[in-house]
């Protein structure tokens, strides 16, 4: 049996980790932990994969500058189980950020409206893997910030399908520092929307 199969209700990209990511998280000691937990599979971040035209054109062109996004890594938890809602099944999709001082909206501490950006950015690759989902857009994003966030530093997001109503879904999301202290949160409801003809 194949341990790293995707989840038939998930269209995820099984992918292993590119050996200068690894490198990189490397050198923040928690890593190993997430990395070499079997219930974890990588797989690609995809607003991070080059597409046509200008589709994730401001995760995948914008926050590859100097000083901004450093590294990434998606991973989806295989441990799959029915949420509070049993018709909706859930998976935790899990991405580890690695940020600079170009995302300062203080010194040394990162911007909020970058925080409010992740956590949507997290929750939509998540409902972008969901196979129900044809065309989904942000309806409505609600942050609690816990904690500021010093830069340069890394952290982990999770990410959760929560709750369906028609052709609406909600997710749940954390920024987390290593240790699994929450920093912030987010719950958000998405539209699936037709695409024009």
């Given at each position: 049996?194949?341990?790293?199969?995707?989840?038939?209700?998930?269209?995820?990209?099984?992918?292993?980790?590119?050996?200068?990511?690894?490198?990189?998280?490397?050198?923040?000691?928690?890593?190993?932990?997430?990395?070499?937990?079997?219930?974890?599979?990588?797989?690609?971040?995809?607003?991070?994969?080059?597409?046509?035209?200008?589709?994730?054109?401001?995760?995948?062109?914008?926050?590859?500058?100097?000083?901004?996004?450093?590294?990434?890594?998606?991973?989806?938890?295989?441990?799959?189980?029915?949420?509070?809602?049993?018709?909706?099944?859930?998976?935790?999709?899990?991405?580890?950020?690695?940020?600079?001082?170009?995302?300062?909206?203080?010194?040394?501490?990162?911007?909020?409206?970058?925080?409010?950006?992740?956590?949507?950015?997290?929750?939509?690759?998540?409902?972008?893997?969901?196979?129900?989902?044809?065309?989904?857009?942000?309806?409505?994003?609600?942050?609690?910030?816990?904690?500021?966030?010093?830069?340069?530093?890394?952290?982990?997001?999770?990410?959760?399908?929560?709750?369906?109503?028609?052709?609406?879904?909600?997710?749940?999301?954390?920024?987390?520092?290593?240790?699994?202290?929450?920093?912030?949160?987010?719950?958000?409801?998405?539209?699936?929307?037709k695409p024009r003809l």
């Amino acid at each position: 049996m194949d341990d790293r199969k995707v989840p038939k209700d998930f269209n995820f990209v099984i992918a292993d980790i590119p050996p200068e990511t690894d490198a990189h998280f490397t050198s923040f000691p928690w890593y190993a932990r997430l990395r070499d937990n079997p219930s974890n599979i990588p797989i690609q971040t995809i607003s991070r994969v080059s597409t046509k035209g200008t589709e994730n054109a401001f995760m995948n062109k914008t926050l590859r500058l100097e000083g901004t996004i450093l590294a990434c890594q998606s991973f989806y938890n295989k441990s799959l189980h029915l949420s509070e809602d049993s018709k909706l099944p859930t998976i935790e999709m899990i991405t580890l950020y690695s940020v600079g001082n170009g995302l300062d909206g203080h010194e040394n501490v990162i911007h909020g409206g970058f925080i409010a950006l992740i956590l949507d950015e997290i929750m939509g690759m998540l409902i972008r893997h969901y196979r129900p989902v044809k065309n989904p857009y942000t309806g409505s994003l609600k942050v609690d910030y816990k904690r500021f966030i010093t830069t340069p530093s890394a952290f982990v997001c999770r990410s959760r399908l929560s709750g369906m109503e028609g052709s609406r879904f909600k997710t749940s999301g954390t920024v987390e520092d290593g240790t699994g202290r929450i920093l912030a949160t987010g719950q958000a409801l998405w539209v699936d929307v037709k695409p024009r003809l």
